[in-house]
């Protein structure tokens, strides 16, 4: 069965630089979390898209911001990274009045 | 907002033993979910359980929603199973984590 799709799977970048996830969900998947999962914590909600508009957000700074497009699909862009961005970025997805999340692999993102 | 905590933080076992791992949370749910994030990072769905048992293999799961808590049940453990369980309560698909629990298993 077809997964949440994430790219890249792994980013370094430097101090100050911009960085863009992407996050295929599932087919007929219309709506989109992303997480943030920084070393030996647990997963936070970052923001949520449903059917192209955002449905729900939580702590997200506002160097990040986020949408998803008509396809589905969403990219997280975050800009002026600083090193404590460093993290696990999960995308989830669900379907239309589905509650069960699925998680992609995530991205690794290192900031040096 | 919701509470998660997850017992007992960590856990040691020797092959072969059973485990239970427990989840409490603070608020009404419809959504709770349990899964394995292993040593490469990757979050491994195991259960979508908001109420009742639920079995997969060596692996079961149990929700009593009216008290609040979930049981994850781990028998006849193996190294593979070594990692951190996380179980995840909320509202639809927006999940709120609890710290997780650190589970090794030695051969």
């Known amino acids: 069965a077809a997964g949440v799709i994430q790219s890249p799977r792994h980013l370094i970048k430097e101090k100050r630089e911009t960085a863009t996830l992407k996050c295929y969900p599932i087919p007929r998947h219309d709506t989109v979390y992303w997480y943030q999962q920084g070393p030996g914590q647990d997963p936070q909600f970052l923001i949520s898209f449903y059917e192209k508009m955002q449905s729900d957000k939580g702590s997200i700074p506002d160097r990040f911001s986020a949408q998803q497009f008509s396809d589905y699909h969403s990219e997280l862009n975050m800009s002026s990274l600083e090193l404590g961005d460093s993290a696990l970025y999960f995308c989830?997805?669900?379907?239309?009045?589905?509650?069960?999340?699925?998680f992609g692999q995530g991205t690794r993102l290192t900031v040096v | 907002g919701i509470q998660v905590e997850q017992s007992p933080p960590d856990l040691i076992l020797q092959e072969g033993a059973n485990s239970t791992l427990r989840c409490n949370f603070s608020d009404s749910v419809n959504n709770l979910q349990w899964f394995h994030q292993n040593p490469w990072g990757q979050l491994i769905n195991l259960f979508y359980i908001p109420s009742g048992t639920k079995q997969n293999g060596r692996l079961s799961a149990t929700t009593v929603a009216t008290e609040r808590y979930s049981l994850l049940y781990i028998s006849s453990s193996q190294t593979t199973d070594s990692g951190v369980y996380f179980c995840?309560?909320?509202?639809?698909?927006?999940?709120?984590f609890g710290k997780g629990i650190t589970l090794s298993v030695r051969p």
């Open positions: 995840a309560v909320g509202a639809n698909s927006k999940l709120t």
């Open positions: 989830a997805s669900s379907k239309q009045g589905g509650v069960e999340a699925f």
